[in-house]
């Protein structure tokens, strides 16, 4: 079975533009959660999404969105892009259910230069 | 408000002993638990969970406590191998919301 996909591993910005990741979730699985990872700080929540629809939503700005395909596809976009969103994005697979575990990605390292 | 916290940013321990990593929790509808372990520049890996109807879990050199009173849980790694320094993260979801909550993880390493 593969495993979470996401693309590009790797992507420099430049401050002002935007930005858009792309997650693949395990097959079978329709709950895509998406998390910045800055140096030294855990994991943020950006947002989850499950059947095509938002379910659940962090505190980040509305530069920052989402959306799912019915394939259970994700994809995130940054818009405006300021050099504090330099981090790693990780996007988490689950099948949505109550009480079960959520499998990562590689993560996409973004740099805003 | 921090609903999970893993209050040690970092822990040493020698090859061969035992790791104990600690995670505090004040939802008293979280009742679903996990732990995963995560290198530089990588995605977490899945290490174990636990559920509120049970007080441990074992796999392999990993178990899982969770005592429900005191709102805490630990994850024990016996022994202790080089390959386990990296960062904990500790997480709890309820049945009443599909979202993990997380710590903001602990440093593990393992001196040879």
């Known amino acids: 079975k593969a495993g979470v996909t996401q693309t590009p591993r790797y992507l420099i910005k430049t401050r002002g533009q935007q930005v858009t990741l792309s997650c693949s979730p395990i097959?079978?699985?329709?709950?895509v959660s998406w998390y910045q990872q800055t140096p030294g700080q855990g994991l943020q929540f950006l947002f989850e999404?499950?059947?095509?629809?938002?379910?659940n939503k962090g505190n980040f700005p509305g530069r920052f969105s989402g959306r799912q395909f019915s394939n259970s596809r994700s994809e995130m976009n940054v818009s405006t892009l300021e050099l504090g969103d330099s981090a790693l994005y990780l996007c988490?697979?689950?099948?949505?259910?109550?009480?079960?575990?959520?499998?990562f990605g590689q993560g996409t390292r973004l740099t805003v230069v | 408000d921090q609903q999970v916290k893993q209050n040690s940013p970092s822990l040493s321990v020698q090859e061969g002993r035992i790791s104990i990593l600690n995670c505090d929790y004040t939802?008293?509808?979280?009742?679903?638990f996990l732990w995963y372990k995560k290198y530089p520049a990588e995605g977490p890996t899945f290490l174990i969970s636990?559920?509120?109807i049970k007080d441990k879990n074992e796999d392999g050199r990993f178990t899982v406590f969770l005592n429900k009173s005191a709102k805490h849980l630990s994850l024990h790694i016996v022994p202790s191998q080089p390959g386990d320094s990296a960062v904990y993260f500790c997480?709890?979801?309820?049945?009443?919301?599909?979202?993990?909550?997380w710590g903001a993880g602990t440093k593990l390493i393992i001196k040879p």
């Open positions: 097959s079978g699985h329709r709950s």
């Open positions: 939802n008293s509808m979280f009742d679903y």
């Open positions: 988490a697979s689950s099948s949505g259910t109550v009480n079960t575990e959520a499998f």
């Open positions: 997480a709890a979801s309820a049945k009443s919301n599909y979202q993990l909550i």
């Open positions: 999404y499950f059947s095509e629809t938002q379910r």
């Open positions: 636990i559920s509120s």
